[in-house]
């Protein structure tokens, strides 16, 4: 079975350029998760999406970070203007949803490094 | 004070050795409990859920003390391939989402 598919696996850009993130989550699983990874803060959640409709977005950084998720198979994580301090590893997510006990199931990531 | 706290090591241990590690939480209403591990450059993958009353699975053991808010991860018989980083997680008020703490790295040398 197809896990969490990310694209693109490494992105370098140069600051002030859009940068967008893709994700499409295992099949069946209602629940999607974008996170970030660094050294310092270690892995940080951004925003959850249940059913497409997104629940948490607490820790989305600022107005530079938006998500959305048109549809149960699709997710985007967009950033503009990127800034080198954006620069991270950025991971997607999914669980069947329906229960707190059940794992979430991670993409390969995408490795953001701006300039 | 952040909600999962662990030791971020590094552990350096020896083949064959056992390993703890451990883990406390802050939010006492949190449910499920489970520990991931993460190899260099690579994404995090489940190892275990962890259960109220502890569990095993062949090598590895996880315990739970809700009073304390403590988790714990053992590691017997090392071998290099438990080489990584693990992470405790812990969920959240917020529907299903989870608490990473920032991981415990592991290095087991030959």
């Known amino acids: 079975d197809a896990g969490v598919i990310q694209s693109p696996r490494h992105e370098v850009t140069e600051m002030g350029q859009e940068v967008t993130l893709r994700c499409k989550p295992i099949s069946g699983h209602n629940s999607l998760f974008w996170y970030r990874q660094t050294m310092m803060r270690g892995l940080e959640l951004l925003i959850y999406f249940n059913n497409n409709v997104p629940i948490d977005d607490s820790g989305m950084p600022e107005d530079r970070f938006s998500a959305k998720m048109p549809n149960a198979s699709f997710s985007t994580l967009k950033i503009q203007p990127s800034e080198p301090r954006d620069s991270a590893v950025y991971f997607c997510?999914?669980?069947?949803?329906?229960?707190?006990?059940?794992?979430?199931?991670f993409g390969d990531g995408t490795r953001l490094s701006i300039l | 004070r952040k909600e999962v706290e662990q030791d971020p090591g590094p552990f350096n241990v020896p083949e064959g050795a056992t390993v703890a590690f451990n883990c406390t939480y802050s939010?006492?209403?949190?449910?499920?409990f489970f520990w991931y591990r993460q190899d260099c450059r690579k994404e995090p993958k489940l190892l275990m859920s962890v259960y109220s009353s502890g569990n095993e699975d062949g090598r590895f053991t996880a315990q739970l003390n809700r009073a304390s808010q403590y988790i714990s991860l053992l590691i017997r018989d090392s071998k290099l391939s438990d080489s990584a980083t693990y992470l405790c997680?812990?969920?959240?008020?917020?529907?299903?989402?989870?608490?990473f703490g920032k991981g415990t790295s592991l290095l087991v040398t030959p």
């Open positions: 997510a999914s669980t069947p949803g329906g229960s707190i006990y059940q794992p979430q199931h």
């Open positions: 939010n006492s209403a949190s449910q499920s």
């Open positions: 997680v812990v969920n959240t008020n917020s529907g299903y989402a989870l608490n």
